[in-house]
Nanobody, 124 residues
Framework: VQLVESGGGSVQPGGSLRLSCDAS????????MGWFRQAPGKEREGVAA???????IYARDVEGRFTISKDNVKNYLYLQMNSLKPEDTAVYYC????????????????????WGQGTQVTVS
């Protein structure tokens, strides 16, 4: 599985960005994918994820501002980020796994097996 993120950049507070993740090399039918982020000096944390039925879940501090979606034909995962805040500054990573970790553990880095290289988002 290969995951390649794009769409990061610098934006002013209140602005928007859309991240994309090009996913290829699937050998399973799972559609479980997610977005994580890691700020300097902090642990990688879950931002949003889709379970195998396409149901979304969000971290509390991005709910209502971020939207995760997936194009199943192109195998692209997206993260639309609106009303960005300085605290959203981080490297954002796309993640995939054959099985959804569940609502209790989805935000844990250790529950996902495949990762992209990350894309920087800076809000200032």
């Amino acid at each position: 599985v290969q995951l390649v993120e794009s769409g990061g950049g610098s934006v002013q507070p209140g602005g928007s960005l859309r991240l994309s993740c090009d996913a290829s090399g699937y050998t399973y039918s799972s559609n479980c994918m997610g977005w994580f982020r890691q700020a300097p000096g902090k642990e990688r944390e879950g931002v949003a994820a889709l379970d195998d039925n396409g149901i979304s879940i969000y971290a509390r501090d991005v709910e209502g501002r971020f939207t995760i979606s997936k194009d199943n034909v192109k195998n692209y995962l997206y993260l639309q980020m609106n009303s960005l805040k300085p605290e959203d500054t981080a490297v954002y990573y796309c993640a995939y796994d054959e099985a959804y970790p569940g609502v209790r553990y989805w935000a844990r880095q250790s529950e996902w097996n495949y990762w992209g290289q990350g894309t920087q988002v800076t809000v200032s």
